[in-house]
């Protein structure tokens, strides 16, 4: 649309070809969302056309007004009055921060197209001109003007999806959602800066370079260096380093998904650093600074994402930050989001790196040392070291590990276990030695644990073939890598992709006690919960693909043996009688290829239509599996939050949550200022000397705090997932979401989805 604009000023099109397609566009997108005619549902694509009309007016207004000034204001009448019956766009499940606090500058009164609107009638109001587009037409306009301008030819706009006449909010909302899957918005703006960063600019200048901007991640996302070196030379008279920043992180937290791969935005960012020393690498710290100061209120899958970006981004500048500025964390309680994003950044750089190397890069902030990950390797249970005792259980260890490497196949092992070691010793003993034996076999390098799996895991199979058996796996695997989440994380996804763990397994453990009650501390039990419903999901959309390939793979065949029977049966009936006979009228040998081709074709097209029905199957008991996990990870989730968030009647909302320790800590102090003691300066021993703040500088208590992020999760979990849960919901609404469940649990999903509570 933006070319075709530019064409119009260039006199290649006739202004009055592109009101008609402004036109075709807007009429569409005002039949769609009137109620008795279109479908409302698909208000997403409605709202596509009018942006798409929109954005093309500051490339091309100022021509269009004085060429064709009443179509082009019948265009603007027409855009005002689809604004005036179109739903406003509540985007608070994609917000980047939960419950739209406003300290996150995320809530503003106009969603996007509205704000658009209002730009373009700045725009209009200043005559058009607006300094950010360049207009090279205009040095070639006395040869321009002399070129015949062309018509466009009609355009027409595809249906609305007809509005089924049992109509229902779960029907609303599953088109509503496959509208937005399909319309997504380009960009959600995340306020990072002060207004004083930008206040210099128009407030159309906005729009364009983050369209420059957008369309330069787009067109060079396979070239990183030219990415950067485009986005640094943009054709404006101005600075625009914030803008840029502001641009690319609210790409790079997009909700649900961003447009490329997160690495993909972690190289520009980098690049830009070092194509602008200067000035790039000052703005970015600037925006690490803010969005950490706003933690405590940003998305979870927001959280998450910076803190994977972050510690990828110091690793490429020598883990060189000012920790001292964040030591602070350290006087915060353990469940602090400020103090859990420190703690998990040093854990992903000791990934990235050595624990060493971190401490080192700490030296200014020693103190921190308390947040590295343990320094330490494997928690193998029959090392002989340290002067061990050495028990029985070493003794079954040891000689399992000289089998293994006697390379003993894995049913000479399986009978060693199941005729010497478990009718002795038991399962538990049984699970331990052969779990931890293995494990410690393979700790070596992830290639060891993939040669130890692919050999033995036959011996882990038949050991635990249940979900309780996998349950207790997992918790040995856990155990033997407790120093050392990456290593936990790889050995359990690994060992389901071996198939040795199912997905409910995870569930269950990550559920379980233990892990419970690390959910607002730790990230372990979500990496392995999100790598296994990821897991789940991509073997899904896989069968997909393969299926989709399948199918125009046997149309192809179907269509080559109708090909070579057509050519069969043409020359077949060529037969002429000899002395009553029958004998071929032409070549023989010609005859036989044709009928072998046919063979082969008709062979291709029976292996093509097996494979499709094999894989239609394997996806059916995919979908089974998907449908199973959501089940089982909604009730756990429904579960515990039942169990640890307030009576509904208290808290209605995330706010009402986050201010009930404050409401207890005031109750407190009163009740007890009767007995308050005085110290020398005359402070009571009981007041903050930080302005009232409790817990040392982070006011919500330990229990509003797991059920906030555990809620964060549910969000982000249901979001992430929403294509997979839609198909699910009636199921779910009876099953996970029902009125037992807490109103905040069922808000989290359902904000997640989108979804009208």
Same mark, same amino acid.
């Not at 064709?68 to 994609?94: C, K, N, T, W």
């Not at 909010?169 to 599953?174: D, M």
């Given at each position: 649309m933006r070319f075709l604009t530019v064409m119009m000023?260039?006199?290649?099109?006739?202004?009055?070809?592109?009101?008609?397609?402004?036109?075709?566009?807007?009429?569409?997108?005002?039949?769609?969302?009137?109620?008795?005619?279109?479908?409302?549902?698909?208000?997403?694509?409605?709202?596509?056309?009018?942006?798409?009309?929109?954005?093309?007016?500051?490339?091309?207004?100022?021509?269009?007004?004085?060429?064709?000034?009443?179509?082009?204001?019948?265009?603007?009448?027409?855009?005002?009055?689809?604004?005036?019956?179109?739903?406003?766009?509540?985007?608070?499940?994609? $917000?980047?921060? /939960? +419950?739209?606090?406003?300290?996150?500058?995320?809530?503003? %009164?106009?969603?996007? @197209?509205?704000? =658009?609107?209002?730009?373009?009638?700045?725009?209009?109001?200043?005559?058009?001109?607006?300094?950010?587009?360049?207009?090279?037409?205009?040095?070639?306009?006395?040869?321009?003007?002399?070129?015949?301008?062309?018509?466009?030819g009609p355009i027409s706009c595809p249906e609305q999806p007809?509005?089924?006449?049992?109509?229902?909010?779960?029907?609303?909302?599953?088109?509503?959602?496959?509208?937005?899957?399909?319309?997504?918005?380009?960009?959600?703006?995340?306020?990072?800066?002060?207004? $004083?960063?930008? /206040? +210099?600019?128009?407030?159309?200048?906005?729009?364009?370079? %983050?369209?420059?901007? @957008?369309?330069? =991640?787009?067109?060079?996302?396979?070239?990183?260096?030219?990415?950067?070196s485009f986005m640094v030379s943009l054709p404006v008279p101005f600075r625009y380093e914030y803008l840029m920043a502001e641009t690319i992180f609210s790409q790079l937290l997009l909700l649900p998904h961003p447009p490329f791969k997160p690495i993909y935005y972690t190289l520009v960012i980098m690049d830009l650093c070092k194509a602008l020393p200067g000035a790039f690498p000052a703005v970015v710290a600037g925006a690490v600074r803010s969005l950490f100061e706003k933690m405590a209120d940003i998305d979870m899958e927001c959280q998450t994402r910076l803190v994977l970006w972050f510690s990828h981004h110091l690793s490429n500048f020598q883990f060189i930050w000012p920790w001292e500025e964040w030591a602070f964390v350290l006087d915060l309680p353990k469940w602090a989001p400020q103090r859990v994003f420190v703690q998990e950044v040093l854990e992903r750089e000791v990934r990235l790196s050595y624990w060493d190397k971190i401490k080192q890069s700490i030296e200014n902030a020693p103190a921190l040392e308390e947040l590295l990950p343990p320094r330490g390797g494997p928690n193998f249970s029959y090392s002989v070291e340290d002067g061990r005792e050495r028990t029985e259980e070493h003794a079954l260890s040891a000689e399992l590990s000289s089998k293994v490497k006697g390379r003993q196949t894995a049913r000479d092992i399986i009978s060693w276990v199941e005729e010497s070691v478990f009718p002795v010793h038991g399962f538990e003993t049984t699970l331990k030695v052969v779990v931890q034996t293995l494990l410690d076999i393979g700790s070596k390098s992830f290639t060891h644990l993939i040669t130890i799996l692919e050999r033995y895991g036959q011996v882990i199979a038949r050991i635990c073939p249940d979900h309780d058996k996998q349950v207790m796996l997992i918790v040995e695997v856990s155990s033997y890598w407790k120093n050392n989440t990456q290593m936990t994380a790889i050995a359990i996804d690994r060992m389901m992709g071996y198939r040795l763990i199912s997905n409910l397994a995870i569930v269950r453990w990550v559920f379980s006690p233990l892990n419970i009650e690390q959910f607002h501390t730790s990230d372990r039990p979500w990496e392995v919960l999100r790598n296994a419903v990821s897991k789940t999901y991509n073997r899904i959309s896989d069968l997909r693909r393969e299926i989709v390939s399948l199918k125009k793979g046997v149309i192809s065949a179907k269509k080559t043996l109708a090909k070579a029977k057509a050519e069969l049966d043409a020359a077949e009936p060529k037969l002429t009688l000899v002395d009553g006979e029958p004998t071929l009228g032409e070549n023989s040998a010609r005859l036989k290829r044709l009928k072998s081709h046919h063979d082969r074709a008709k062979e291709e097209e029976a292996s093509v239509q097996d494979s499709l029905e094999t894989k239609e199957a394997l996806l059916v008991r995919a979908v089974d599996q998907m449908e199973a996990l959501f089940l089982s990870l909604f009730k756990s989730f429904s579960d515990v939050l039942i169990e640890r968030l307030p009576d509904a009647s208290k808290v209605g909302t995330l706010q009402a949550l986050k201010a009930i320790h404050l409401d207890e800590m005031a109750v407190d102090l009163e009740e007890s200022s009767a007995m308050e003691v005085v110290n020398e300066n005359g402070m009571s021993k009981k007041s903050q000397s930080n302005g009232g703040k409790a817990s040392n500088g982070y006011d919500v208590g330990e229990k509003e705090q797991w059920c906030l992020s555990t809620l964060g999760y549910v969000k982000a979990f249901s979001r992430q997932y929403a294509s997979e849960i839609w198909p699910l919901i009636e199921k779910l609404d009876m099953e996970a979401f029902t009125e037992d469940a807490h109103p905040l649990f069922r808000n989290a999903v359902y904000t997640g989805l989108r979804r009208q509570n």
């Open positions: 000023c260039s006199k290649i099109l006739q202004p009055g070809s592109l009101v008609i397609v402004f036109e075709t566009l807007l009429s569409s997108a005002a039949t769609t969302v009137d109620e008795e005619k279109g479908n409302p549902c698909w208000q997403p694509r409605a709202d596509f056309y009018v942006a798409c009309i929109l954005s093309c007016l500051p490339w091309g207004g100022l021509e269009l007004f004085e060429q064709v000034p009443e179509e082009i204001e019948r265009v603007m009448v027409g855009v005002e009055a689809y604004l005036s019956i179109r739903r406003h766009v509540s985007d608070a499940g994609l $917000s980047f921060f /939960e +419950d739209g606090d406003e300290t996150g500058n995320d809530v503003v %009164e106009k969603d996007f @197209l509205e704000d =658009l609107w209002s730009r373009i009638q700045v725009l209009s109001n200043n005559g058009w001109k607006v300094d950010s587009v360049p207009r090279p037409h205009l040095s070639f306009e006395a040869q321009l003007v002399a070129g015949k301008s062309h018509e466009l007809h509005l089924p006449s049992q109509f229902s909010a779960t029907i609303y909302g599953q088109q509503k959602h496959e509208a937005e899957l399909k319309y997504p918005l380009r960009i959600h703006r995340l306020n990072i800066f002060p207004a $004083s960063k930008t /206040e +210099d600019l128009q407030p159309i200048d906005r729009f364009i370079i %983050e369209e420059y901007l @957008l369309d330069v =991640l787009l067109f060079f996302n396979g070239c990183r260096k030219e990415c950067a």
